[in-house]
Protein backbone atom coordinates (compact mmCIF):
# COMPACT_ATOMS: atom_id res chain seq x y z
CA UNK A 1 0.00 0.00 0.00
CA UNK A 2 1.74 3.46 -1.00
CA UNK A 3 0.94 6.27 1.39
CA UNK A 4 1.93 9.84 0.25
CA UNK A 5 2.35 12.31 2.58
CA UNK A 6 0.83 15.51 1.64
CA UNK A 7 2.63 18.30 3.30
CA UNK A 8 0.72 20.16 6.18
CA UNK A 9 0.88 23.60 4.30
CA UNK A 10 1.94 25.86 6.97
CA UNK A 11 1.52 29.09 4.84
CA UNK A 12 -2.16 29.00 3.34
CA UNK A 13 -2.10 31.99 0.51
CA UNK A 14 -4.75 32.95 -2.55
CA UNK A 15 -7.94 31.63 -0.58
CA UNK A 16 -11.00 33.76 -0.04
CA UNK A 17 -9.54 36.85 1.96
CA UNK A 18 -5.90 37.57 3.36
CA UNK A 19 -4.84 36.02 6.15
CA UNK A 20 -1.77 36.45 8.38
CA UNK A 21 0.73 33.78 9.79
CA UNK A 22 3.67 34.47 12.08
CA UNK A 23 6.65 33.10 10.84
CA UNK A 24 7.49 29.26 12.19
CA UNK A 25 10.71 29.30 10.42
CA UNK A 26 14.35 29.98 11.32
CA UNK A 27 15.68 33.01 9.27
CA UNK A 28 19.19 32.16 9.44
CA UNK A 29 19.40 28.07 9.39
CA UNK A 30 22.82 27.95 9.90
CA UNK A 31 25.03 29.21 13.01
CA UNK A 32 24.19 32.51 13.52
CA UNK A 33 27.30 34.54 12.83
CA UNK A 34 27.68 38.14 13.62
CA UNK A 35 27.67 39.65 9.86
CA UNK A 36 24.61 37.42 9.73
CA UNK A 37 22.79 39.23 12.28
CA UNK A 38 21.31 42.01 10.86
CA UNK A 39 20.08 39.58 8.11
CA UNK A 40 18.43 37.54 11.00
CA UNK A 41 16.77 41.09 12.04
CA UNK A 42 15.85 42.96 9.06
CA UNK A 43 15.64 40.16 6.58
CA UNK A 44 18.29 41.35 4.06
CA UNK A 45 21.86 42.06 3.96
CA UNK A 46 23.47 44.85 1.75
CA UNK A 47 27.15 44.33 0.81
CA UNK A 48 28.69 47.24 -0.87
CA UNK A 49 30.72 45.46 -3.05
CA UNK A 50 29.75 41.61 -4.25
CA UNK A 51 32.23 41.38 -7.02
CA UNK A 52 35.00 43.50 -8.34
CA UNK A 53 34.42 46.69 -11.52
CA UNK A 54 36.48 44.73 -13.84
CA UNK A 55 34.43 41.48 -12.76
CA UNK A 56 30.71 43.58 -13.51
CA UNK A 57 32.11 43.89 -17.04
CA UNK A 58 31.88 40.64 -17.71
CA UNK A 59 28.82 39.88 -16.64
CA UNK A 60 27.41 43.37 -17.89
CA UNK A 61 28.44 42.48 -21.61
CA UNK A 62 27.36 38.93 -21.17
CA UNK A 63 23.56 40.53 -20.49
CA UNK A 64 23.73 42.88 -23.27
CA UNK A 65 24.87 39.53 -25.58
CA UNK A 66 21.79 37.75 -23.94
CA UNK A 67 19.21 40.48 -24.90
CA UNK A 68 21.08 41.18 -27.83
CA UNK A 69 20.32 37.92 -29.37
CA UNK A 70 17.33 37.45 -31.66
CA UNK A 71 17.05 33.45 -30.20
CA UNK A 72 17.15 34.77 -26.57
CA UNK A 73 14.52 37.23 -27.43
CA UNK A 74 12.12 34.70 -28.93
CA UNK A 75 12.72 31.95 -25.90
CA UNK A 76 9.94 31.21 -23.68
CA UNK A 77 12.24 32.47 -20.87
CA UNK A 78 12.37 35.44 -22.30
CA UNK A 79 9.42 38.66 -20.82
CA UNK A 80 9.34 41.40 -22.84
CA UNK A 81 8.19 44.90 -21.38
CA UNK A 82 4.42 45.72 -23.12
CA UNK A 83 5.19 49.28 -23.89
CA UNK A 84 8.32 49.42 -25.10
CA UNK A 85 8.96 45.83 -26.62
CA UNK A 86 12.38 45.48 -24.81
CA UNK A 87 13.61 42.34 -22.64
CA UNK A 88 12.93 42.70 -19.34
CA UNK A 89 13.80 39.55 -18.03
CA UNK A 90 15.25 36.58 -19.47
CA UNK A 91 14.64 33.40 -16.85
CA UNK A 92 17.64 30.64 -16.03
CA UNK A 93 20.31 32.66 -17.16
CA UNK A 94 22.53 29.93 -15.01
CA UNK A 95 21.60 27.32 -18.07
CA UNK A 96 21.75 29.35 -20.40
CA UNK A 97 24.77 31.33 -19.88
CA UNK A 98 28.34 29.72 -19.03
CA UNK A 99 29.75 32.91 -17.44
CA UNK A 100 26.21 33.60 -15.30
CA UNK A 101 27.07 29.58 -14.46
CA UNK A 102 29.95 30.48 -13.01
CA UNK A 103 28.72 33.36 -11.25
CA UNK A 104 26.42 31.08 -9.35
CA UNK A 105 29.03 28.49 -8.05
CA UNK A 106 31.38 31.34 -7.09
CA UNK A 107 31.88 30.85 -3.40
CA UNK A 108 31.21 34.80 -2.81
CA UNK A 109 27.80 33.72 -4.14
CA UNK A 110 27.03 30.04 -2.87
CA UNK A 111 29.00 30.50 -0.16
CA UNK A 112 26.74 32.66 1.43
CA UNK A 113 23.59 30.74 0.46
CA UNK A 114 24.63 27.51 2.34
CA UNK A 115 25.67 29.83 5.78
CA UNK A 116 22.46 31.12 5.28
CA UNK A 117 20.03 28.13 4.58
CA UNK A 118 22.20 26.09 6.62
CA UNK A 119 22.65 22.92 3.92
CA UNK A 120 23.59 22.31 0.48
CA UNK A 121 21.82 24.40 -1.78
CA UNK A 122 20.48 24.41 -5.74
CA UNK A 123 18.90 27.21 -7.81
CA UNK A 124 15.65 27.58 -7.83
CA UNK A 125 15.39 30.11 -10.02
CA UNK A 126 17.98 32.71 -11.84
CA UNK A 127 17.14 35.97 -14.22
CA UNK A 128 18.34 39.19 -15.34
CA UNK A 129 16.35 41.91 -14.60
CA UNK A 130 17.23 44.88 -17.43
CA UNK A 131 14.98 47.21 -16.09
CA UNK A 132 16.34 49.70 -19.04
CA UNK A 133 15.27 53.57 -18.87
CA UNK A 134 12.76 55.68 -20.38
CA UNK A 135 9.62 53.25 -18.67
CA UNK A 136 10.34 50.21 -17.66
CA UNK A 137 7.69 49.38 -15.04
CA UNK A 138 8.88 47.82 -11.85
CA UNK A 139 7.13 44.81 -9.93
CA UNK A 140 4.70 45.95 -7.18
CA UNK A 141 5.04 45.07 -3.49
CA UNK A 142 5.13 41.26 -2.91
CA UNK A 143 6.44 38.24 -1.18
CA UNK A 144 8.57 35.99 -3.51
CA UNK A 145 7.81 33.19 -0.38
CA UNK A 146 4.37 33.99 -1.25
CA UNK A 147 4.81 32.90 -4.90
CA UNK A 148 6.60 29.94 -4.64
CA UNK A 149 5.28 28.48 -1.73
CA UNK A 150 1.70 28.67 -3.69
CA UNK A 151 2.59 28.13 -7.25
CA UNK A 152 6.14 26.01 -7.23
CA UNK A 153 5.40 24.25 -4.17
CA UNK A 154 8.16 25.10 -2.01
CA UNK A 155 7.39 23.99 1.85
CA UNK A 156 9.23 26.30 3.80
CA UNK A 157 11.20 29.90 4.37
CA UNK A 158 14.61 27.85 3.65
CA UNK A 159 15.16 30.22 0.26
CA UNK A 160 17.41 32.88 -0.10
CA UNK A 161 17.71 35.48 -2.82
CA UNK A 162 20.99 37.73 -4.42
CA UNK A 163 20.32 40.41 -6.45
CA UNK A 164 23.90 41.59 -8.42
CA UNK A 165 23.81 45.45 -9.24
CA UNK A 166 25.04 45.39 -13.02
CA UNK A 167 24.51 48.65 -13.49
CA UNK A 168 24.67 51.66 -10.96
CA UNK A 169 21.73 51.47 -8.86
CA UNK A 170 21.07 55.09 -7.89
CA UNK A 171 17.92 56.26 -5.99
CA UNK A 172 16.05 57.46 -8.96
CA UNK A 173 16.22 54.61 -10.87
CA UNK A 174 13.66 51.86 -9.73
CA UNK A 175 15.56 50.56 -6.90
CA UNK A 176 14.35 47.59 -4.76
CA UNK A 177 12.71 48.79 -1.55
CA UNK A 178 12.59 46.50 1.13
CA UNK A 179 10.29 46.78 4.27
CA UNK A 180 12.87 46.10 6.99
CA UNK A 181 11.45 42.98 9.71
CA UNK A 182 8.98 41.92 7.25
CA UNK A 183 10.22 38.84 6.77
CA UNK A 184 9.04 37.41 9.96
CA UNK A 185 5.09 37.59 8.82
CA UNK A 186 3.16 35.95 5.90
CA UNK A 187 0.75 37.63 4.34
CA UNK A 188 -1.71 35.33 2.90
CA UNK A 189 -3.17 36.69 -0.31
CA UNK A 190 -6.79 36.88 -1.21
CA UNK A 191 -7.66 35.77 -4.41
CA UNK A 192 -7.43 32.11 -6.55
CA UNK A 193 -4.16 31.58 -8.56
CA UNK A 194 -5.39 31.74 -12.47
CA UNK A 195 -4.14 29.10 -14.92
CA UNK A 196 -0.78 29.75 -16.44
CA UNK A 197 -1.27 32.81 -14.25
CA UNK A 198 3.08 33.21 -14.45
CA UNK A 199 2.30 34.10 -18.21
CA UNK A 200 0.74 37.91 -16.72
CA UNK A 201 2.32 37.54 -13.47
CA UNK A 202 6.01 38.35 -14.33
CA UNK A 203 5.18 41.50 -16.49
CA UNK A 204 2.21 42.59 -14.02
CA UNK A 205 1.47 40.55 -10.77
CA UNK A 206 -1.93 39.99 -10.06
CA UNK A 207 -2.37 37.37 -7.96
CA UNK A 208 -0.17 37.53 -4.73
CA UNK A 209 -0.65 41.41 -4.37
CA UNK A 210 -1.52 42.07 -0.94
CA UNK A 211 -4.31 44.71 -0.33
CA UNK A 212 -3.93 48.78 0.98
CA UNK A 213 -4.83 47.73 4.08
CA UNK A 214 -2.32 45.12 4.69
CA UNK A 215 0.43 46.78 2.84
CA UNK A 216 -0.23 50.15 4.85
CA UNK A 217 0.58 48.35 8.25
CA UNK A 218 3.39 46.05 6.97
CA UNK A 219 4.95 50.16 5.65
CA UNK A 220 3.76 52.12 9.02
CA UNK A 221 5.72 48.70 11.03
CA UNK A 222 8.37 48.24 9.23
CA UNK A 223 9.22 51.57 7.19
CA UNK A 224 10.99 51.12 3.78
CA UNK A 225 14.36 50.92 2.56
CA UNK A 226 15.77 51.47 -0.45
CA UNK A 227 18.58 50.38 -2.11
CA UNK A 228 21.27 52.08 -3.97
CA UNK A 229 25.05 50.99 -5.07
CA UNK A 230 27.77 50.80 -7.46
CA UNK A 231 27.61 48.29 -9.80
CA UNK A 232 29.00 45.13 -8.14
CA UNK A 233 27.18 45.67 -5.09
CA UNK A 234 24.39 43.26 -3.75
CA UNK A 235 21.63 42.71 -1.68
CA UNK A 236 21.24 39.49 0.01
CA UNK A 237 16.99 39.06 1.48
CA UNK A 238 14.85 37.04 2.68
CA UNK A 239 12.70 34.78 0.38
CA UNK A 240 9.53 36.75 2.94
CA UNK A 241 10.67 40.08 2.63
CA UNK A 242 8.15 42.43 1.68
CA UNK A 243 9.42 43.57 -1.63
CA UNK A 244 9.23 45.85 -4.69
CA UNK A 245 10.68 48.16 -7.11
CA UNK A 246 9.43 51.47 -8.98
CA UNK A 247 9.24 52.12 -12.76
CA UNK A 248 12.58 53.47 -14.06
CA UNK A 249 11.83 56.77 -16.05
CA UNK A 250 15.35 57.66 -16.15
CA UNK A 251 17.54 57.30 -18.94
CA UNK A 252 19.81 54.55 -16.71
CA UNK A 253 19.37 51.14 -16.74
CA UNK A 254 18.53 49.38 -13.52
CA UNK A 255 20.13 46.05 -14.82
CA UNK A 256 20.97 43.14 -12.07
CA UNK A 257 21.16 39.48 -11.73
CA UNK A 258 18.78 37.49 -9.55
CA UNK A 259 19.40 34.20 -8.34
CA UNK A 260 17.60 32.20 -5.85
CA UNK A 261 19.24 29.80 -3.28
CA UNK A 262 16.77 27.05 -1.97
CA UNK A 263 18.04 24.20 0.25
CA UNK A 264 18.25 20.41 -0.72
CA UNK A 265 16.36 20.06 2.94
CA UNK A 266 13.18 22.58 1.31
CA UNK A 267 12.92 20.67 -2.76
CA UNK A 268 9.62 21.49 -4.24
CA UNK A 269 6.60 20.04 -4.02
CA UNK A 270 3.00 20.37 -5.55
CA UNK A 271 2.07 23.92 -5.91
CA UNK A 272 -0.07 25.11 -2.77
CA UNK A 273 -2.08 27.18 -4.00
CA UNK A 274 -2.39 26.93 -7.70
CA UNK A 275 -3.89 24.22 -10.58
CA UNK A 276 -0.21 23.39 -11.95
CA UNK A 277 3.20 24.16 -11.44
CA UNK A 278 4.76 26.63 -13.33
CA UNK A 279 7.39 25.74 -15.90
CA UNK A 280 10.93 24.19 -14.81
CA UNK A 281 12.54 27.54 -15.94
CA UNK A 282 10.96 29.65 -13.04
CA UNK A 283 10.36 27.20 -10.43
CA UNK A 284 13.08 24.46 -10.89
CA UNK A 285 12.60 20.90 -10.87
CA UNK A 286 16.20 20.14 -10.71
CA UNK A 287 17.18 19.53 -7.33
CA UNK A 288 21.04 19.09 -7.77
CA UNK A 289 23.08 20.82 -5.66
CA UNK A 290 25.06 23.82 -6.60
CA UNK A 291 29.22 22.27 -6.48
O1 LIG B 1 7.37 35.13 -9.56
C1 LIG B 1 8.56 35.05 -9.41
O2 LIG B 1 9.16 34.00 -9.15
C2 LIG B 1 9.40 36.30 -9.65
N1 LIG B 1 8.65 37.51 -9.49
C3 LIG B 1 9.09 38.53 -8.78
C4 LIG B 1 8.45 39.83 -8.96
N2 LIG B 1 10.05 38.41 -7.87
C5 LIG B 1 10.54 37.05 -7.61
C6 LIG B 1 10.64 36.26 -8.85
O3 LIG B 1 11.67 36.63 -9.67
FE1 LIG C 1 10.40 39.54 -6.09
Keep these: ??????LQDLYPTRGASEV???????VVWGPLTPELESFERDGFLAVDQLIAPDEVEVYRAELDRLIADP???ADERSIIEPKSQDVRSVFEVHRISDVFAKLVRDERVVGRAREILGSDVYVHQSRINVKPGFGASGFYWHSDFETWHAEDGLPRMRTVSVSIALTENHDTNGGLMIMPGSHRTFLGCAGETPKDNYKKSLQMQDA???SDEALTKFADEHGIRLFTGRAGSATWFDCNAMHGSGDNITPFPRSNVFIVF???ENTAVEPFSAPVPRPDY???RD???VR
Design 1 to 6: MTTTTT
Design 20 to 26: VTPRRDP
Design 71 to 73: AIR
Design 208 to 210: GTP
Design 262 to 264: NSV
Design 282 to 284: IGA
Design 287 to 289: FTP
